[in-house]
């Protein structure tokens, strides 16, 4: 068996049309959907995600303002930037690059930013509107995730879904938005006893650690469908997923390759958040 490879471009492309005409249906209201970008510091990385977010929303008809500030920023600084964006009318989404500097708290930060101009999905609030069942921002990685199962016709309920990693961003939002679905979820940890033998059970495998190729073809079920949502930089530069793709694809039934399968998914659902927190936004007051 070889498995069919799930086009996270090709899908990414489909889901930002349609977007597209509602970002279009704003705008004849005299609505351009606003992301508020704010880096700090100069990790490579952080800028290279940065910019391409700031191209999706050029591309896709959204505005777009980046306010970059030295990695020695003071946090009171940082926060109050948030609480002036979180009542400028013009901005309805509001996105904190992470990892922060140290001296910078994450949590400080997320919780400052506006519920309803939350588009990364993380904050308390939203997070508990996602466990809850409530109308929310959802965190963007799980719900492209989500996206990606449904594109391509693979059945939730009633499936064995194991999610490898435990984080806020990805491991425990997709978790639950699985278990919304009915699926039976496991979610592993770094400190799991025998990680392949709850791999080997998941019809739905969701791999999320920051650990290149963790996953070998003996870890997963025959005709499963994997989710590999691992970006790791190689020795030799090249891009990795968590999943070892080569020896896995011989086994799986779908799989996302990396480059090109969760990370386009990604950035599309954070422009799908500026757009659906601008419709609200537009017909409610700001809360902040």
Known sequence: MTASIIDGIAIAREV???????????????????????????????QVYVRNKIKACAENGLR??????????????????????????TI???????????????????????????????????????LLG????????????????????AAVEGREAVVVGRSDIVGKPVAMMLLARRATVTICTSK???????????DILVVATGHPRLITADMVKPGAVVIDVGTNRLPNGKLAGDVDFDAVKEVAGWITPVPGGVGPMTITMLLA???LAAEHLSAAPIRS
Do not use: F
């Open 16 to 46: 930002r049309a349609q977007w597209q005409a509602r970002t279009a249906a704003l705008k004849t209201r005299g609505i351009t959907p606003g992301l508020a970008v704010i880096l700090v510091g100069e990790d490579p990385a952080s």
């Open 64 to 89: 777009s303002a980046l306010y970059h500030l030295p990695a020695e920023v003071e946090e009171e600084e940082v926060l109050e930037r948030i609480r002036t964006l979180n009542s400028d009318p």
């Open 92 to 130: 309805h989404g509001i996105l904190v690059q992470l990892p922060l500097p140290p001296h910078v708290r994450s949590a400080a930060v997320l919780e400052t930013i506006s519920v309803a101009k939350d588009v990364d999905g993380l904050h308390a609030q939203n997070i508990g509107s996602l």
């Open 134 to 153: 409530r109308p929310g921002l959802y965190p963007c990685t799980p719900a492209g995730c989500m996206i990606l199962l449904d594109r391509i016709g």
């Open 192 to 202: 799991t006893r025998d990680l392949a033998s709850h791999t080997r059970r998941a």
């Open 273 to 275: 958040n500026t757009v």
